[in-house]
């Protein structure tokens, strides 16, 4: 499967972004999509998740301001993030969690990918 992240750029504090991914690709199924981050010199943090049967994960940090949803149907993900602060900058990676193709006539062993990252900056 192929993730195709877009959105993200330049925010002041306080304001919004929106990010947007795509999962493209012989897919069946998509268990878990959702959102990390890695913060320059930091290791990659979760930000948010949602799984296919509508369980939510939220980072604590982001809770109440970041918003994630899904559409099974066309296997995209998106995160509308509000109150944005300085600390949420960071590259921003679309992940795709038990992914399952079609392969020729069955199904592919799960398997899990990464969208190429996108930046968030956010400052005044």
């Known amino acids: 499967v192929q993730l195709q992240a877009s959105g993200g750029g330049l925010a002041q504090p306080g304001g919004s972004l929106r990010l947007s991914c795509a999962a493209s690709?012989?897919?069946?199924?998509?268990?878990?999509m959702g959102w990390y981050r890695q913060i320059s010199g930091k290791q990659r943090e979760l930000v948010a998740t949602f799984s296919y049967e509508g369980d939510i994960t939220y980072a604590d940090s982001v809770k109440g301001r970041f918003t994630i949803s899904r559409d099974n149907a066309k296997n995209t993900v998106a995160l509308q993030m509000n109150t944005l602060k300085p600390e949420d900058t960071a590259v921003y990676y679309c992940h795709a969690e038990d992914i399952l193709d079609y392969d020729y006539g069955g199904l592919t062993s799960p398997y899990d990918s990464w969208g190429q990252g996108t930046q968030v900056t956010v400052s005044s």
């Open positions: 690709g012989r897919i069946f199924s998509i268990n878990r």
